[in-house]
């Protein structure tokens, strides 16, 4: 069955910086985008990244456009996002998703996440 | 930027009952390839949300027939017929026919 499952998140001080990890399994992960997204305390849903099945092609949201980087490592199954010049907005819970494939559109599994707190 | 709007933000469904929850986009979410690009999840409270829906109509795996997807181009609703607990949760739509995806702020069903 197909498993998500983030690392890496913490307490940080605002300017600092973190590296999440979402390693996958259950599925053929070279052959899928694999998606950020966040959720800060009591909030909704905000998409934050995706890299597409290659590595070829990224996007990001305005909102973390030039701080945030997403990466992959198709041998070791795992998806990356490197968060630098944390804000305190940036806390939330980061779960990795993984696209719906050719069909494109949707989510169709999520990781449990893991949580970032940017505080002083 | 795609905003996507639920216009109830809570929902209080007598068990056995039908219920419905709508979705509108400021933009068309029909591409030219005839899809409608707009997914429905569901989050239980202390997990992930779960994909329910998607391309406006089709049921995901395992999702029961009781839950459907209607509409086109910015207006879309999610039935939940014979509301049963454990369809309690925040439901999420989310559009995806611009690589910035974004999501509806939700609508909490609880049960009465």
Redesign the interface.
Known sequence: QVQLVESGGGVVQPGGSLRLSCEASGFNFSNYGMHWVRQAPVQGLEWVALMSYDGSSTYYSDSVKGRFTISRDNYKNTVYLQMNSLRIEDTAVYSCAKDGGYLGGFFDYWGPGTMVTVSS | ?IVMTQSRLSLSVTPGESASISCRSSQSLLHNNG?N???W?L?KPG?????LI??GSTR?SGVPDRLSGRGSGTDFTLNINRVEAEDVGIY?C?Q??Q????????TKVEIK
């Open positions: 930027e899809n690009y707009l997914s999840y989050q997990r992930s949300p779960q994909l998607y391309l995901a999420y989310m995806a026919l690589t910035a995806w974004t999501f509806g702020q939700g």
